[in-house]
């Protein structure tokens, strides 16, 4: 009897030891939200006044907010690039504008996506929403690292094959299409892929945000056992607008607010299903967005807030974001981090948080910042660089001074309007050099620079000399046989 009672209690050890190692050991769950073109003031935790968003300001009640966030690029495809490969978008060849569906280039396989990392390690991974990195089989998710997808593959103001016969633009085009929901199917040409094949062509985008979310939560109860990341690129609110009949304000003056708050219910469905499954103490979920509000489609267009100017402009408005990070029992509620961090730094902070090495074959530029998400800690981030939405290197950040120096008539090429032209030295003007202090003039209306050549001088060489490395050492995309 003795010796049973004593077996027994052997394997009751045994079991809680066991159980107890193998929750330490486990590896969180990890959810990335990436919304499209949304303003650092468009949630009610970001300040807003008109837009109602509960479950993420709830999100953010129960995690910490980041009011430092930046993205490395004013547009969709080279800051989603950056997001993935912790690089630049220049280092990765990604950095001159975004993808069309004529485009014959996208993101290079050989890149180590956060979705390769956590792949490697027996992760289910999954991207469900606009991709935007290349639409050509070769560069979709599932050869980046991604197990399956379902999504749109570019800008959903984007027409398969060529991108013509595209209806009026602008706000006032935008009013027409919001009060004509059909009109997602009868003016768009846009296709929905899954895994590599055109399975809807045109998408119905009044349900694709819905969509998106219903395979999230279904990826995610169907693995519930094993870990997990679910990468959730919403295709709005970029324009054109749409959403589900059974939600829809016919009103185009709040279309924008419409949209968002739909979002906001989608994204509470997800958060729903991880406390329903009872993930909430090993899973981590960051809410974020790919640049600034798209201003000029005024009420179909956010809110930069406090902030200037806005998606397009390397101004803090266009690349400036807001961004929530949640992981109860891991990250302290209610908090907020205010130190320099951005959607650069997740793949080196994911790599920490699950202690696995990043490959040591490549250089990224992106930052373990895990120590900002559990403590007041000052970020090992005190240097940002800041690249037109063509690639041309604008800006730097040092610590809280940001310098800015813009060419006039900045295009594609970045010689203005007379490319191809011979000018004199008189007939060329001088750049706008631009210096602010964030700590105390965050919506940069203070220009300093007169009144510190120093700073303006020593920043700019640092700016030039991180540009000409990044350049020097940038990586091949992938390109189409015989384009």
């Not at 999954?126 to 979709?140: D, M, R, Y």
């Not at 650069?344 to 948080?353: E, F, G, Q, V």
């Amino acid at each position: 009897m003795q010796i049973r009672q004593t077996f027994t209690s052997f394997l009751f050890f045994l079991f809680t030891f066991t159980s107890a190692s193998f929750a330490a050991d486990a590896k969180p769950n990890f959810i990335i939200v990436f919304t499209d073109d949304q303003g650092y003031g468009d949630l009610g935790s970001f300040g807003s006044k008109t837009i109602k968003t509960p479950h993420l300001d709830r999100l953010a009640e129960e995690g910490r907010k980041f009011t430092n966030f930046l993205v490395a690029s004013p547009v969709c495809t080279p800051s989603r690039a950056a997001l993935l490969t912790g690089s630049y978008p220049k280092r990765v060849g990604m950095h001159q504008h975004v993808l069309f569906p004529a485009s014959t280039k996208g993101l290079n396989p050989e890149e180590h996506t956060i979705a390769d990392h956590l792949k490697q390690q027996g992760y289910a991974t999954a991207a469900f929403g606009k991709w935007h990195l290349g639409h050509h089989p070769e560069t979709l998710p599932r050869q980046n690292g991604f197990d399956t997808y379902y999504g749109i593959p570019y800008s959903n103001d984007m027409n398969h094959p060529e991108n013509k016969g595209k209806p009026k633009g602008g706000w006032e085009g935008m009013d027409i299409l919001w009060k004509d929901p059909e009109s997602t199917l009868t003016k768009w040409k846009t296709p929905l892929i899954e895994d590599e094949e055109i399975v809807e062509l045109p998408v119905d985008q009044r349900t694709i945000t819905r969509r998106c979310t219903n395979k999230a939560v279904a990826f995610i109860e169907k693995n519930r056992e094993k870990p997990f990341f679910v990468y959730l690129p919403y295709s709005m609110p970029h324009i054109p607008l749409y959403v589900p009949e059974d939600v829809r304000d016919p009103d185009p003056k709040r279309a924008y607010i419409n949209t968002i708050e739909h979002i906001d219910t989608e994204v509470g469905r997800v958060f729903d299903k991880i406390r329903e499954l009872d993930l909430t103490e090993n899973t981590y979920i960051i809410f974020t967005t790919d640049n600034g509000p798209w201003l000029t489609f005024k009420h179909h267009g956010g809110s930069a807030g406090p902030l200037r100017e806005g998606k397009g402009t390397t101004f803090e408005g266009g690349q400036r974001v807001p961004c929530i990070m949640w992981a109860p029992g891991r990250i302290p509620a209610g908090t907020v981090c205010d130190e320099v961090a951005g959607t650069i730094d997740l793949l080196p902070t994911i790599a920490a948080l699950t202690n696995t090495p990043l490959p040591n074959d490549r250089k990224i530029d992106g930052l373990d910042i895990s120590t900002l998400l559990t403590s007041d800690a000052e970020s090992p981030r005190n240097e940002f660089l800041y690249y037109t939405s063509r690639g041309i290197i604008e800006g730097i950040r040092q610590d809280k001074w940001k310098l800015l120096v813009k060419k006039p008539g900045n295009r594609r090429n970045g010689k203005g309007k007379g490319k191809g032209k011979q000018q004199s030295a008189k007939a060329v003007p001088k750049p706008e050099v631009m210096l602010f202090d964030l700590d105390a003039d965050m919506g940069e209306q203070n220009n300093l620079a007169d009144a510190n050549p120093e700073v303006v001088e020593k920043l700019q060489a640092r700016m030039l000399e991180l540009d000409a490395e990044i350049e020097k050492n940038a990586r091949p995309t992938w390109v189409k046989p015989g384009a």
